[in-house]
C-alpha cells in the first residue's frame, strides 16, 4: 500500500529561471536573457527589446510575434530577471545541501544549452560550462540526489534564435543533436534520467524559444514542432545507445481539462482542444507517429512537412521510456468560450470553471484533476508516469522574526500528494516519482516576476533585483521533509 519503495521524491528546476550567472563560466546568451519582467496578477506581459531590420528598436511583448529578421537584444538599461536568478551558479553547494535535508532523492534540472555552446552550434564545447555540471551531479550522488535532467528548458541559444528563426530551422536541430549528445556522452554514468524537451506542447507558442512568426505562420509552427519532435527522439535513442541504463522521459504540460457542459457539442470541443494541445505530443513521443487527426488537418491545410529520409523510423526508434508531466490546474472548454468568464493557466487559458477556485494568478485548484490525468495518461499508454513540475505561486511574507508561514501552499502539497497516493493505491496507476516545480525560489517563466514563488526555500530577491540572495526554510520546507522521510505515508 501507499507509495513504492524507491519512489522518487524531489524537486524541480530550470538553468535559465535559477542559474543566474548570466554570462559567467564562458556562458552565451540565451533567448531568455532577453526577456523583461512582467506582472501577471495586472497582467502586463514580459517583454522583448529588439533591433529591427532597418535598425530602429521596438518593444514587443513576451508571446507576439517578432517580425523576421529582428533580432532580441539585452539593452545596458534595462533589468532582466534571468541574468542573476536567484544564482544557483554560485549558491549550488548551500542549495544542495538544502534538497537534500529536505529529503530529496532525485533533484531535476536543467543544462543550458549556452553554458556548453554559447552560441548553441559553436565547433567546440565550453569546458568550463561541462565542468560546472559535472561538478553538481557529484553532489548530488554525494548528497544521495539522482540528478534528472532536463536537455531543453526554454532556453533557445540566442544566437540559433536571431540569425536561423530558432526551431523552424533544420539548423537548429542539427545543433540540438551535437548539443544533447556531448551532455549525454559526457555525463555518462553521472545521469541516468533524462527529460529531452521541456513542456513540447507549448514550445512553439511563443519567442523564448526562438521562434519569429509562431502564431500567424502555420506551415512554420508545424515544421517547428516536428523538429523538436525529431530532436526529441534523437536524444532518447543516443541515451539509450550510450548507456542503456538511461531512462529518458518526454515533458508534456498536461493540465486537467473538462468539457464545460454535457452538450456534445462541448464534449466535442473538449476532445478538439486535449488533441491539439496535448495527446498529440504524447502519441507522438509514446507511439512514435503522428495520430491520424494530425495527418488529415495536415492534408486539408496544404502543409507538407519538411523531412530528412530516416526522420520517420527516428520517431519510433525513440519512443520514450516514461511520461512526465507537469500539471498545476485544469480548464474548462467550451464550444463557445466568450459566452463564459476566461481561466488563466500555465501558458494557457480555457473557460471560468464555476466549481474550482483559483490562486491569485487565476490558475484553478484542482487536485482531483491530477488523478484523472494520471488515470487518463495510465489507461492510453501503460508505461511508467513521472510528475515533474506542480505547485502553488502564491506571495510569500516573511515575518518580523524572518519566518514564513505558507500553509496555504502546504494545504495544496497536501492535497495533491493525497491524490497520487488516491491513484497509485486505487487506481493501480504505475507513478515513478514526484519533482514540484521551483522548489527553491526562482524567476516565473511566464511573468518573469520574483513574487510568484513556488519554493519551499525562500530565497530573499524582489522582481527589481534588491535583495541579498539568502535562504531560509518556509513553514512548507518541514512539511515536505516529513512526507519525503516517510516515503508520502505521513501526509497529514
Ligand atoms: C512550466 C515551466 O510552464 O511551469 C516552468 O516548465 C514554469 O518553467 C512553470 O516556471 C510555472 O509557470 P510560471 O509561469 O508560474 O513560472
Known amino acids: 500500500m501507499g507509495f513504492p519503495k524507491g519512489f522518487l521524491w524531489g524537486g524541480a528546476t530550470a538553468a535559465n529561471q535559477y542559474e543566474g550567472g548570466y554570462l559567467s563560466g564562458g556562458k552565451g546568451l540565451a533567448v531568455a536573457d532577453t526577456l523583461t519582467g512582467g506582472d501577471g496578477i495586472h497582467n502586463i506581459p514580459?517583454?522583448?527589446?529588439?533591433?529591427?531590420?532597418?535598425?530602429?528598436?521596438?518593444?514587443?511583448?513576451?508571446?507576439?510575434?517578432?517580425?523576421?529578421?529582428?533580432?532580441?537584444?539585452?539593452?545596458?538599461?534595462?533589468?532582466?530577471?534571468?541574468?542573476?536568478?536567484?544564482?544557483?551558479?554560485?549558491?549550488?553547494?548551500?542549495?544542495?545541501?538544502?534538497?537534500?535535508?529536505?529529503?530529496?532523492?532525485v533533484y531535476r534540472?536543467?543544462?543550458?544549452?549556452?553554458?556548453?555552446?554559447?552560441n548553441g552550434d559553436d565547433a567546440e564545447p565550453n569546458?568550463?560550462?561541462?565542468?560546472?555540471?559535472?561538478?553538481?551531479?557529484?553532489?548530488?550522488?554525494?548528497?544521495?540526489?539522482?540528478?534528472?535532467?532536463?536537455?531543453?528548458?526554454?532556453?533557445?541559444?540566442?544566437?540559433?534564435?536571431?540569425?536561423?528563426?530558432?526551431?523552424?530551422?533544420?539548423?537548429?536541430?542539427?545543433?540540438?543533436?551535437?548539443?544533447?549528445?556531448?551532455?549525454?556522452?559526457?555525463?555518462?554514468?553521472?545521469?541516468?534520467?533524462w527529460l529531452t524537451i521541456n513542456e513540447i506542447n507549448i514550445n512553439t507558442n511563443f519567442?523564448?524559444?526562438?521562434?519569429?512568426?509562431?502564431?500567424?505562420?502555420?506551415?512554420?509552427?508545424?515544421?517547428?514542432?516536428?523538429?523538436?519532435?525529431?530532436?526529441?527522439?534523437?536524444?532518447?535513442?543516443?541515451?539509450?545507445?550510450i548507456d542503456p541504463e538511461n531512462k529518458?522521459?518526454?515533458?508534456?504540460?498536461?493540465?486537467?481539462?473538462?468539457?464545460?457542459?454535457?452538450?456534445?457539442?462541448?464534449?466535442?470541443?473538449?476532445?478538439?482542444?486535449?488533441?491539439?494541445?496535448?495527446?498529440?505530443?504524447?502519441?507522438?513521443?509514446?507511439?512514435?507517429?503522428?495520430?491520424?487527426?494530425?495527418?488529415?488537418?495536415l492534408e486539408r491545410e496544404g502543409i507538407e512537412i519538411q523531412k530528412e529520409p530516416g526522420e520517420d523510423e527516428l520517431l519510433k526508434?525513440?519512443?520514450?521510456?516514461?511520461?512526465?508531466?507537469?500539471?498545476?490546474?485544469?480548464?474548462?472548454?467550451?464550444?463557445?468560450p466568450e459566452e463564459h468568464g476566461v481561466s488563466e493557466g500555465n501558458q494557457t487559458r480555457g473557460v471560468k470553471n464555476p466549481y474550482l477556485e483559483a490562486s491569485e494568478w487565476g490558475w484553478t485548484i484542482d487536485p482531483l484533476g491530477l488523478r484523472i490525468n494520471l488515470n487518463q495518461i495510465y489507461d492510453r499508454y501503460q508505461i511508467p508516469m513521472m510528475i515533474?513540475?506542480?505547485?502553488?505561486?502564491?506571495?510569500?511574507?516573511?515575518?518580523?522574526?524572518?519566518?514564513?508561514?505558507?500553509?496555504?501552499?502546504?494545504?495544496?502539497?497536501?492535497?495533491?500528494?493525497?491524490?497520487?497516493?488516491?491513484?497509485?493505491?486505487?487506481?493501480?496507476?504505475?507513478?515513478?516519482g514526484y519533482t514540484p516545480w521551483g522548489c527553491i525560489d526562482l524567476v516565473s517563466a511566464g511573468t518573469g516576476e520574483m513574487r510568484k514563488r513556488y519554493g519551499f526555500i525562500y530565497v530573499n530577491m524582489d522582481d527589481d533585483g534588491n535583495g541579498d540572495l539568502s535562504r531560509s526554510r518556509k513553514k512548507s520546507f518541514y512539511y515536505m521533509q516529513k512526507v519525503y522521510k516517510s516515503n508520502g505515508e505521513d501526509i497529514d
Open 46 to 105: 514580459r517583454k522583448f527589446i529588439v533591433e529591427m531590420p532597418d535598425g530602429t528598436r521596438k518593444t514587443f511583448g513576451g508571446r507576439d510575434e517578432i517580425p523576421a529578421g529582428a533580432k532580441a537584444i539585452v539593452d545596458p538599461d534595462t533589468y532582466y530577471p534571468s541574468h542573476v536568478a536567484t544564482d544557483f551558479y554560485h549558491h549550488w553547494k548551500e542549495d544542495l545541501a538544502l534538497f537534500a535535508e529536505m529529503g530529496f532523492n
Open 109 to 118: 534540472l536543467s543544462i543550458n544549452w549556452t553554458r556548453i555552446f554559447p
Open 127 to 193: 569546458e568550463e560550462g561541462l565542468k560546472f555540471y559535472e561538478d553538481v551531479f557529484k553532489e548530488c550522488h554525494r548528497l544521495g540526489m539522482e540528478p534528472l535532467v532536463t536537455i531543453y528548458h526554454f532556453d533557445c541559444p540566442l544566437h540559433l534564435a536571431n540569425e536561423y528563426d530558432g526551431w523552424v530551422s533544420r539548423h537548429t536541430l542539427e545543433a540540438f543533436k551535437v548539443y544533447a549528445k556531448t551532455i549525454l556522452t559526457r555525463y555518462k554514468g553521472l545521469v541516468k534520467y
Open 207 to 241: 519567442m523564448m524559444n526562438g521562434v519569429h512568426e509562431h502564431i500567424s505562420n502555420k506551415k512554420n509552427a508545424e515544421q517547428c514542432r516536428w523538429h523538436l519532435f525529431v530532436g526529441s527522439a534523437y536524444a532518447v535513442k543516443t541515451a539509450h545507445e
Open 248 to 297: 529518458v522521459g518526454l515533458m508534456i504540460a498536461h493540465g486537467a481539462s473538462y468539457p464545460y457542459s454535457c452538450n456534445p457539442e462541448d464534449v466535442f470541443a473538449e476532445i478538439e482542444s486535449s488533441h491539439e494541445g496535448k495527446w498529440f505530443y504524447g502519441d507522438v513521443q509514446v507511439r512514435g507517429y503522428y495520430p491520424a487527426w494530425k495527418v488529415k488537418q
Open 317 to 336: 526508434e525513440g519512443v520514450v521510456d516514461f511520461y512526465s508531466f507537469s500539471y498545476y490546474s485544469s480548464q474548462a472548454v467550451a464550444a463557445h
Open 388 to 432: 515533474v513540475e506542480n505547485g502553488l505561486g502564491a506571495i510569500d511574507k516573511v515575518e518580523e522574526d524572518g519566518s514564513i508561514n505558507d500553509d496555504y501552499r502546504i494545504d495544496y502539497m497536501r492535497k495533491h500528494i493525497k491524490v497520487m497516493k488516491d491513484a497509485i493505491e486505487i487506481d493501480g496507476v504505475d507513478l515513478m
